[in-house]
Each structure stands twice: as C-alpha cells, then as structure tokens.
C-alpha cells in the first residue's frame, strides 16, 4: 500500500491577513488529512515541527516513500501585498510522476477554490522538498494568506482541501477513496482458514498479507465488500464478510 511523507509548513513565522500563521494552519490542514489518509489505507509519517525544511527532507530519504507531500501557504512580493489570489502546485520539472501527480491535484482543487482559472501545476527549479527528496513529491501552495479572501477560504474549508487532496492521492495511487471515519476492531471469522490481506479491494488485488481466524484486526474504512485494514505493521484490504466487527 502506498506511503506518504506529510510536510506541513514550519515557517511560524509567516503571519497571515487577520491572525494565525502559515505553520499553525498548515499544521491543522494535516490534522484533516490523517484520517483521510488512514481510512483510504495510506500510511504516512508526519514532518517534526521543530526541524526546519532541511530536516524534512533528510527525515523524508531516510526510509521509502511513495509520495512527500509538503503543505504551504503563500505571501506575494511586498509590492503586490494582499493583491494576488490563487493555488500554485509545485512539481519536479524531470520527473514525470511528480508532474502527474501536481495536476491530478490541481485539476481536483478547481472544484473547490472559488477562482478555479488561478488554481495550476507550476514547475520549479529552486523548491528543495520537490527537487531534493526521493520520493515523488509536490508543494502545495495553498492561496495567498496575506490575501483577505484566500485567507478566508483557507480556514473555513480546512476540512473540504483535506479530503480534496486526500481525493487526489487517491486518485494518483488507483485506488478507492474511503471516507473518514472511527477506527474499529474487529475478529477474523475464516472458518478456521487464513484472511488474505489484499493491495486492492477485489479478488484479483495481490495479497500481500494474511490473518489467522480468531486474529484482531484494526478497521479503519471500508469500500464495497471490502474493509481498509491493518494487521501486524500490514495496511490492505480484506473481505468483510469473515470479519466481526
């Protein structure tokens, strides 16, 4: 199942148009997405606040990771203060994943930011959490907080980006998006006989895993016939109907 990187913003110092700053709200836009994150059987590990874009990095290539994700909001230039609006997604000029995956999130963050014509995939050449991990990585940047509408739109909808980009990931990965929900626990009810942990919700996903009757197992989302779980450090899919909840 894939793994993600999440990287939101350490700049506190960034302050937005009325209170707040780009650390603390990008901070509570991951809060939104880890449910999302787990419901859809995405692992993830989270940056540490206190080390600075270097730090995320180096964490980042330090195990393997699918996608890193860096979470931003964005400032105009001093001459164009508060009077610039819009979502850029920053992608990796060479890499053809990191592009794919900047528009996949540019075209889903239409639906939902009020000036869908600002909202683009931009590539760069100086953002080191795209050109320096190993990963597949975008930065999003999520309007302008010192615009006092962007502003506005950001923290009333922190709740709709998180599972418009969750959306995204989804869609980047092929596989189904779940809507969040309460963790569960469940008991493996085979008949006696193992429960295959599968990479996709149907029969001829891979199995990946397996679970002995009588196992507990922790349930995070479901999909179809199909339950998001996680047994022994393994996220997949089982069929729901040898699983009591």
Known sequence: MPKVFLSPSTQ??????????????????????????RSCGIKYMRNDPVRNVNGAIADSNADYYDVH?????NAAPESLAGRLRGVDIYFAPRSADSERLANTIANNMKRIYPLPDKVRA?????LGEVLRTKAVAVLCELGYHDNYADEAWLKSNLGVIAQNIVNSL???FGIPFVPAGAVRWGTVA???SNLNIRDYPSLSGNIIGSMPD???VMISGRTGDWYVVGYNGIVGYSNASYIVI
Do not use: F, K
């Open 190 to 192: 085979a008949g006696g």
């Open 12 to 37: 506190e110092w960034n302050s937005y148009a009325t209170s707040g700053n780009e650390e603390q709200y990008m901070n509570l836009l991951a809060d939104r997405i880890e449910p999302y994150l």
């Open 214 to 216: 009588g196992a507990e």
């Open 69 to 73: 994700l860096a979470l931003h909001s």
């Open 122 to 126: 931009v590539p760069t050449q100086s």
């Open 170 to 172: 989804c869609d980047y």
